[in-house]
């Protein structure tokens, strides 16, 4: 199967007020790996995933910068869009939501970018999520990510 993902950069803006982000307190992983992908790709991608996800993690803007991209661009199931500066400024506000992940998968998309996929669940809906994360200075950063909700 071919995926093809278009990023391009925006200006620094909110698009909708009103987000909800994926929040969570622990997580309930089910994880499929397909063949040929470095299991230790997937278990990292996974734990920046999870770290990204918790109450330490997004109450502290500083800590959320760490782990986004300057680049970074999000759609969220809302329907909004946001930038690295909005994230980090207001995320720390926003209520904090358990989910849990499953189907947690990783495709390469070059040999320093992946695509991450999974389900969020919480206790009234399902969401499908995508992460794009880029590996550069030694380290990985979100660079995209989208939350599409189930109906």
Known sequence: MLLVVFLWERACSRWSQGTTFIEKT???VEVHHEQGIDMDLSQTLLELEQRLLTA????DARE???????DFTEFGASGG???KAD????????AFIQRTIS????????ADTALVIYRCHTDI?????????????????MVFHQGTFVL
């Open 81 to 83: 869009g946001w930038c």
């Open 87 to 94: 994230v980090a400024e207001h995320l720390p506000d926003q």
């Open 26 to 28: 622990s997580v309930i």
């Open 64 to 70: 959320i910068s760490r782990f986004i991209a300057d």
């Open 56 to 59: 330490a993690t997004r109450g």
């Open 103 to 110: 189907e947690f998968a990783v495709k390469p998309l070059s």
């Open 125 to 141: 809906n399902t969401s499908l999520r995508s992460s794009i994360w880029r590996y550069r200075d030694g380290r990985w950063q």
